[in-house]
Every structure is written in structure tokens, then in C-alpha cells.
């Protein structure tokens, strides 16, 4: 059974830093890339940033080139989102879930946890 627990959300100000992080059960990890999305009210879950399985590729979307830093640990098992120059924009559910190895940007199963909540005030 696929296991995703995502922590590390909280409130910050415009401009400044978070890092997200995901703990995922080790089969699922450890035979997957993984992503993160979002999900703010009113809106669809988008793409954020995904990572191949070794850690060699990644990908994100063009709202948060340059700002976001996406990197897993495959020894700890966990997959991290360093969230730089936050924006009002980027407030959002964020979750992680495994992704497909050709674009990283598509969630392979219809299935995600709690989420964590970011709050960006301007």
C-alpha cells in the first residue's frame, strides 16, 4: 500500500523560505519518481516539480523556475521541495505522489495524502 506523508508547510511571508519534505514507504520510492503539486482553493492540483529516480533529472513549472529546489534522499527514503522568494501565488495544499519517468510532471496514481499546508502573506 502506497504511504505519503508530507510536512514542513506553515505561514510566511512574502519573500520568504520554507522546505517541504515527504516521507514515502520504501517500495514506493525506491521504484518511482516522484512530484510535487498543488492545490489552492477554487483550483485544480497542478504540477509543482518532479524528480527522477536517481535524482539526475528534474523538471518544473515554469511559476517556480529559479525559486524551487526539488531533491530526494533514497537512502532516507524522502523527497524535498526547497521553496525560496515565496510568493502570495504559491499558497496552496501541497502534496507529493509518485510520477511518470518521462516528464516527471504526471501523477502516476490517483491517490494522495494529507497534504501540507503553505500560507504566503503579502
Known amino acids: 500500500q502506497v504511504q505519503l506523508v508530507e510536512s514542513g508547510g506553515g505561514l510566511v511571508q512574502a519573500g520568504g523560505s520554507l522546505r517541504l519534505s515527504c516521507a514515502a514507504s520504501g517500495r514506493t520510492f525506491s521504484n518511482n519518481a516522484m512530484g510535487w503539486f498543488r492545490q489552492a482553493p477554487g483550483n485544480e492540483r497542478e504540477f509543482v516539480a518532479g524528480i527522477s529516480r536517481s535524482g539526475s533529472f528534474t523538471n518544473y513549472a515554469d511559476s517556480v523556475k529559479g525559486r524551487f529546489t526539488i531533491s530526494r534522499d533514497n537512502a532516507e527514503s524522502t523527497v524535498c521541495l526547497q521553496m525560496n522568494n515565496l510568493e502570495p501565488e504559491d499558497t496552496a495544499v501541497y502534496y507529493c505522489?509518485?510520477?511518470?519517468?518521462?516528464?516527471?510532471?504526471?501523477?502516476?496514481?490517483?491517490?494522495w495524502g494529507q497534504g501540507t499546508q503553505v500560507t504566503v502573506s503579502s
Open positions: 505522489t509518485p510520477v511518470d519517468d518521462y516528464t516527471l510532471a504526471f501523477a502516476l496514481y490517483d491517490y
